[in-house]
């Protein structure tokens, strides 16, 4: 085979490639950079280092594949248990508030209309639903007595009922006879009514 001469140039290109070549692979980083820089443009090539490190770090993904994913699972569960916990505090909340409006008196109609006003709006308090509802749904005005002879009784008979609030009223509705008489009447009248 002859050999092919080749001028100055081109040696010294070639000694200082060597040259810096000799320094990556003395270098551990840029050593790894070479080597997997050969396997690119070469892959058949058999360079230890890669192909021995290979399953390894397939091996080591597939663990950071699973960690990452044991993460994400514990952060979602934790997240789901806040949240479940911030639901469970905001419906005990909300049940305490219904019960307390049940407490001070308010009708079953009264509540689910507070409770239905407040899901509407999007309000997170009964209180202020409660204020907004009546507020909105203001009680009816009560109409003034027009006359002044009330038929308080319904009695069809005028002067027995006027005999008897005369004597309630003389004696300050203190005197039980009078009582005792007026419902004796009445249970008579009663059970005469009956009768027929």
Not at 7 to 16: A, F, G, I, S
Not at 57 to 75: H, L, T, V
Not at 165 to 171: I, N
């Amino acid at each position: 085979m002859a050999m092919r001469e080749i001028d100055e140039t081109e040696y010294v290109q070639m000694r200082n490639l060597v040259g810096t070549l000799g320094k990556m692979m003395a270098h551990p980083q840029a050593r790894g950079m070479v080597l997997q820089a050969q396997k690119t443009v070469n892959p058949d090539a058999v360079i230890p280092e890669i192909d021995a490190a290979a399953p390894l770090k397939a091996a080591q993904d597939d663990i950071r594949k699973m960690i990452e994913e044991d993460r994400a699972e514990r952060k979602r569960e934790r997240e789901e248990r806040e949240e479940g916990k911030r639901v469970s505090e905001f419906t005990n909340r909300w049940e305490a508030k219904k019960k307390a409006l049940r407490e001070d008196g308010y009708s079953t109609e009264y509540v689910e209309g507070v409770e239905k006003l407040a899901q509407e709006r999007g309000l997170a308090d009964l209180d202020a639903a409660a204020a907004l509802f009546d507020r909105l749904n203001p009680p009816p005005t009560v109409a003034a007595p027009g006359g002044g002879n009330w038929d308080i009784f319904g009695n069809a008979d005028k002067g027995a009922e006027d005999e008897f609030m005369k004597k309630l009223w003389d004696t300050r509705g203190e005197s039980d006879g009078v009582v005792l008489a007026e419902a004796g009447r009445a249970i008579s009248e009663i059970r005469g009514a009956n009768r027929r």
